[in-house]
């Protein structure tokens, strides 16, 4: 009845796993341009400071005129594409806080393009406009803030230029946020607007430091970068904490498994690049925008360098010992940028073309042979664009879908001969034109939402 060949184990990454390539994600990885990216890196480097504190009437020096920049970089690729993005300032004033006392305009720069099919779901990429040195409340020393974090700014613009070529299913949102230095408040306003808005974010994808590639260990490698993403949600109830424990679900929260997206896209798409997922928010005691994403229930993941170096990160500009500190751009390899780019604007692009990831996703098959998953129907927007559904399948201890299944335009499928207790199962939504959603896990410590 089944064809799994059960006891034959992966020998490498997704090897049991069917996937229809795709010419046009290959086109987009191609079109990332290392040159534009050192280009934008240098422009912000130019204002000298970007922190949040820093004057704003200057049209040449501090964070309003970084931020007028970038605003007319989005109107100036949207006006390339007849006007194909909602290019607008996002402002809250902020007082009150330790590293915010008196009260400031914290202004970010969001560049909306709206799908065509499902245009309240949404997939966003941001980078952080503002910068610092070694005294966080410094805003007068130059902070040039090249890898940190010029970088995923640079990128989040390249990826805009690149994806406005296309039309997409579901809404790309490219963000500028502001105020990250000073408690990831940007990323915190645009989440809370979000939500406020009804918009259905299916996953975040924070560039924060993307270009450096000479570790403070002394490794020197471009070929690997990271995908941080918290195990379980940081918005489950006490209920869903009871049921997780009978179910699983630890490694499984929507951000997890948009990480594994992410990774596989390296894989197929991505020449020279190896993505570590870490099973961890971020790196100790060390915050990202993608938080205050993740902290209201929305999926989302921190993407960086694998190797970081602390001398140049938060630096006074300076020599010490014969050692350089500071965030100057000859710490940044704009090739290496350009890859992780285009990581971003493939993985965007894909999710954007597939359907959304289905909703109400169960799981029944306790003491019996076989397996069954159920999930939502497509909502009405979306009937045509589904084909159907992919149902996937690991063992508990690997890190990635190692089986998948095809099961057609259906609501539900038993797994015949399948044991619900040996394995970790999932679904996703497939396109007409075979892009397929991030896997879902069953219940609320894997959902998406609607
Ligand atoms: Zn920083």
Redesign the pocket.
């Known amino acids: 009845m089944s064809s799994v060949a059960v006891g034959v184990f992966a020998v490498s990454a997704h090897a049991d796993v069917e996937y229809t390539d795709q010419p046009q994600l290959h086109a987009i990885q191609q079109a990332v341009s290392a040159e534009r990216i050192e280009t934008d890196i240098e422009k912000l480097v130019s204002f000298g400071t970007r922190h949040t504190l820093s004057e704003t009437e200057s049209d040449t020096r501090g964070i309003g005129a970084a931020r007028r920049w970038i605003k007319a970089e989005f109107d100036k690729i949207s006006a390339e594409c007849g006007g194909c993005l909602e290019v607008y300032y996002q402002s809250r004033v902020i007082s009150d806080e330790p590293r915010i006392p008196e009260p400031v305009e914290v202004v970010s720069v969001i560049a909306v393009q709206k799908g065509t099919v499902d245009p309240s779901r949404y997939v966003i990429m941001s980078g ?1 406009i503002d ?2 040195v070694s005294d966080v409340m410094n805003y007068t020393s130059d902070a040039p ?1 090249a890898n ?2 010029a970088s995923g700014v640079a990128g989040t613009l390249e990826a805009a230029r690149v994806l406005s070529k296309y039309k997409f299913a579901g809404s790309i949102v490219y963000a500028a946020l502001a105020g ?2 000073q408690g990831l408040f940007g990323g915190q306003i645009m989440a809370e607007q979000a939500k406020q808005d009804g918009w259905r974010i299916k996953a975040v994808l924070n560039n ?2 993307i270009g450096n590639i000479e570790g403070i260990n002394g490794v020197i490698n471009n070929t690997t970068a990271r995908i941080f993403a918290e195990g379980t949600r940081q918005d489950e109830t006490p209920e869903d904490i009871r049921r997780r424990r009978f179910t699983g679900g630890e490694v499984d929260s929507p951000s997890r498994n948009v990480a594994r997206y992410i990774d596989w896209m390296a894989d197929r798409y991505i020449p020279n690049l190896d993505t570590m997922v870490i099973y961890r928010l971020d790196r100790f005691a060390r915050g990202g925008h993608h938080r205050p994403f993740n902290d209201l229930g929305f999926p989302g993941v921190r993407i960086m360098e694998t190797n970081e170096n602390y001398n140049r ?2 630096q006074d500009l300076r020599v010490e010992n014969g050692i350089a500190y500071g965030d100057t751009i000859d710490g940044v390899d704009f090739d290496y940028a350009a890859k992780l780019t285009a990581l971003n604007a493939v993985s965007l692009a894909s999710m954007a073309w597939a359907p959304s990831p289905p909703a109400e996703v169960k799981i029944a098959g306790a003491v019996s042979p076989s397996t069954t998953l159920s999930w939502a129907a497509p909502a009405e927007a979306e009937k045509e664009h589904v084909k159907g559904y992919r149902i996937y399948w690991r063992h508990t201890d690997a890190p990635n879908w190692e089986f998948s299944r095809y099961v057609g335009n259906v609501t539900e499928y038993t797994l015949e001969n399948i044991v619900i207790d040996n394995y970790f199962f999932g679904v996703a939504s497939v396109s007409q034109d075979d892009f397929e959603s991030p896997v879902v896990y069953p219940g609320p410590a894997g959902a998406f939402g609607e």
């Open positions: 952080d910068s610092r803030g940190d974090n990250e230095e924060d430091m990160q938060h």
